[in-house]
């Protein structure tokens, strides 16, 4: 089990908070990667066996649940904060407790953010990054050495009920998370506790190799096309800096008709290449530009993150620009020291 232990005020107070609860929001980062979903779905059906009957429990996600994930147990629950934004302003108007999973501050809620900063009523924060924004907060459940949110609320939920609420559709969602923010168990996995969750899961009849294939084995075609024109066309590699970098313009997306959804994991590749020890990818938006970073070895890229205004972990962090696309992305080639450096031809 996790080796640190919660604060017992803390956890008697939010024990109290969620029985008191009659209109409950549980709310996650925009463009939801497993550990969002997985974390706010978990802790859904767990909230639902401990609040008295009657009480509301609704999630929410900014821009609603990606398809890679809408087969996780209460997907069809989730509200979209995009698209039913009259029905999120009246639960927030109606809502006596706020829990905020797998996000460090509001901002990163995207449209919904100054709506949830000043809702009036408690608020609670669970996650794992770096920084959380202790303001905005009543309670705080933050612990950034450990893999993901999901791995957190499991090790949360046995201080406050035990085992009581656990079951295979709660292990399914934390297992999910627990999967994608660890790449498969290849990073940010550093602690036992990472594996000893993992054995805990499994024990609820989860199916592992079944959650992996619903996770890895979903692309279209029109994906599939993307990720060959990805790496034959905008991959750039720059062997003296060990830096490799893909670069999407919106017209990139279009041509090929995708979405940011579809490049979850694609910034990955970057570093299956021997030599390199950090890998960004930028993708244009409307009026913004979202660049990802990931690294091995020793590099630190929440430091690179947070000089443009995001962060994350040490091995995987990211940021959105409010940039234009060239304007960024002449940002990062100057962060990481590529400014005016070719960079190796496909094929050398």
């Given at each position: 089990?996790y080796?640190?232990v919660f ?10 908070w969620v ?32 609040t ?6 609704t999630?929410v ?18 509200v979209?904060?995009?698209?039913g934004r009259e ?13 905020c999973?797998d ?7 995207d449209?919904?953010a ?13 996650d794992?990054?770096?920084n959380?924004?202790k ?7 933050s ?29 399914t ?5 627990l999967n994608t923010?660890?790449?498969g ?6 602690q036992?506790?990472c ?28 994906r599939?096309?993307f990720?060959?024109f ?10 003296e ?8 313009t919106?017209?990139?997306q ?14 990955n590749y ?22 990802s ?9 929440n430091r ?8 994350g ?6 940021a959105?620009?409010?940039?234009a ?8 080639e100057?962060?990481?020291?590529i400014?005016?450096?070719?960079p190796?031809s496909v094929?050398?």
């Open positions: 089990m080796a640190k604060d017992n005020q803390d956890i008697a107070t939010y024990r109290q029985a008191e609860g009659r209109n409950i929001l549980l709310v996650s980062h925009t463009n939801a990667d497993g550990d969002a979903c997985g974390s706010l779905l978990a802790m859904t059906l767990m909230m639902d066996q401990a008295e009957k009657g009480c509301r429990v999630p996600l900014p821009n609603g649940c990606p398809k890679n994930f809408t087969w996780l147990p209460g997907a069809e629950r989730i979209s904060g995009e698209t029905r999120w302003r009246e639960m927030l108007g109606e809502a006596d407790l706020i829990v999973l996000l460090n501050a509001a901002s990163r809620t449209m919904l100054e709506e949830l900063r000043n809702a009036q009523c408690r608020k609670v924060l669970i794992h990054h770096h959380p924004a303001e905005e907060f009543d309670l705080i459940f612990r950034p050495e450990i893999s993901s949110t999901c791995e957190l609320v499991l090790w949360l939920s046995e201080w406050l009920w035990g085992e009581s609420y656990m079951n295979r559709d709660v292990a969602c934390l297992y999910t998370g923010d660890t790449g168990f290849a990073f940010s996995c550093e036992p506790s594996f000893e969750a993992a054995a805990q899961l499994v024990k609820y009849d989860i199916q592992p190799a079944e959650i992996h294939n619903r996770i890895i084995n979903t692309f279209s075609v029109n599939m096309q990720y060959g990805a790496l034959s066309e905008r991959l750039r590699i720059y062997p800096q060990r830096v490799a970098l893909m670069a999407f919106l017209d990139d279009r041509r090929f008709g995708v979405s940011g959804e579809d490049m979850e994991g694609l910034v970057t570093l299956m290449i021997k030599e390199m020890e950090v890998g960004v990818l930028l993708r244009e938006e409307k009026e913004r530009t979202k660049v970073f990931r690294a091995k070895y020793d590099v630190d890229v690179m993150a947070q000089q443009l205004g995001g962060g972990h040490t091995k995987a962090a990211g959105t620009c409010n940039m696309f060239d304007e960024t992305l002449k940002a990062v100057k962060l990481l020291g400014a005016n450096v070719k190796l094929g050398e």
